[in-house]
């Protein structure tokens, strides 16, 4: 189990902003092909992923990182602070 | 060295000068501010940023980190509202103290650079006509080449 | 677009929020203020700051309309004391705004460069056991060549 | 008649801030040559030029530069303002 967070465009495409996934995905691109699979919303949302950015437990990381031992994903487009 | 994030708006003046007020360590304080602009069409009604709560904390903490490790500082500052702001509205601020002119401005642009595109606030703009999340540049990717 | 030369002291904060205060044209201001710095041996009584009356606001508009000229600028202040003052008094500062952020900071910098050696100020410094002209820093001289 | 200015340690040197200066020096360095020649604590101020920086009618400019029609010459130290 490992808490999903969305933000941005990405929370509002998909409609939540957190969610519990059951999965047993090796990286974080396995992890978003079985969200695809589910449901429209998330093929939209994740259509283009070089428009978006992942972070694990709260570091930045890419779409080839491993999951095992993770307990925070979270998605997001590129960030515009300051 | 603080950072805070808040939703309630601060005082860039009284910020300032708790900051800058009695210093004998260093004689350079450089700060930066950014307020919310208003549209081309001048009809933004609101500018709304949200943030990551956690993760907006660690990265600052980090580039923060990074910049005292880089410069000889001897204090940082960085505030960073998230929430419903207006046009003129101050969004955010850094301070930066030194004893040499160079680290305060660079170390200041360098916090700047990262906080543009390493922590994690997303900024929406709200017009009658509709909402629009704030596009990335790719000349604020480019500027992190430069440290 | 202002220049003032003073002898009596300025509140850092109160300029600053003044200047950056209900902006809507520039999203990005940037401040740098200079404070008096105690010796390494702790023992500065005051330091004095001589100027040439005249020369020196001519100077700091030239400086001034130089860096208008070069950066998208929507407003400049520069405030420099002259006079006595002692350890953690503000000697002077320079804020910039413009709608980008690489402008209001490389402004500011090359208003510090250029007020640093090309405007008529000079430092005395004084301590129980004497007092001795501040002396100019070649890398001040240097830091012009890189506008 | 031209008023001759002095700045910080070379106001010190030469012990006053201002003077009236009846010349028909053609240059800046003709006229420090015309006030060392006058009494030792000019030629203490003017001992080294390069450490010297000169402004006519409040533009900095060299120690070459003619004084037809100047008004107000100022002679200083390096500047050290911020």
């Known amino acids: 189990m490992v808490d999903v967070l969305y933000f941005a465009w990405v929370r509002e495409r998909i409609g939540l902003p957190k969610e519990q996934v059951e999965t047993s995905a090796a990286t974080v691109r396995d992890l978003v092909a079985e969200l695809c699979a589910r449901e429209e919303r998330y093929a939209a949302a994740f259509a283009d992923l070089d428009?978006?950015?992942?972070?694990?437990?709260?570091?930045?990381?890419?779409?080839?990182?491993p999951l095992a031992g993770v307990r925070e994903v979270a998605f997001f487009p590129p960030m515009t602070g300051g | 060295m603080?950072?805070?994030?808040?939703?309630?708006?601060?005082?860039?003046?009284?910020?300032?000068?708790?900051?800058a007020t009695g210093r004998t360590d260093a004689g350079a304080v450089v700060t930066f501010t950014g307020i919310v602009?208003?549209?081309?069409?001048?009809?933004?009604?609101?500018?709304?940023i949200e943030h990551y709560p956690g993760m907006t904390e660690r990265a600052?903490?980090?580039?923060?980190?990074?910049?005292?490790?880089?410069?000889?500082?001897?204090?940082?500052?960085?505030?960073h509202r998230y929430g419903a702001m207006g046009p003129g509205d101050m969004?955010?601020?850094?301070?930066?103290?030194?004893?040499?002119?160079?680290?305060?401005?660079?170390?200041?642009?360098?916090?700047?650079?990262?906080?543009?595109?390493?922590?994690?606030?997303?900024?929406k703009e709200i017009t009658q006509s509709g909402e629009e999340w704030v596009a990335s540049k790719a000349e604020d990717e480019d500027a992190l080449s430069r440290w």
């Open chain 1, 51 to 65: 428009s978006l950015r992942v972070a694990l437990d709260q570091d930045l990381t890419d779409f080839d990182a």
């Open chain 2, 2 to 19: 603080t950072v805070r994030v808040q939703e309630e708006p601060f005082d860039f003046g009284v910020e300032a000068n708790a900051f």
């Open chain 2, 37 to 48: 602009r208003d549209l081309a069409r001048g009809d933004l009604d609101r500018m709304v």
């Open chain 2, 60 to 79: 600052l903490e980090k580039i923060e980190a990074d910049a005292r490790a880089r410069w000889d500082l001897r204090d940082v500052l960085i505030i």
């Open chain 2, 91 to 123: 969004i955010m601020m850094v301070a930066t103290a030194s004893p040499h002119r160079v680290d305060a401005f660079e170390a200041a642009e360098f916090l700047m650079d990262f906080l543009k595109s390493r922590a994690p606030f997303w900024k």
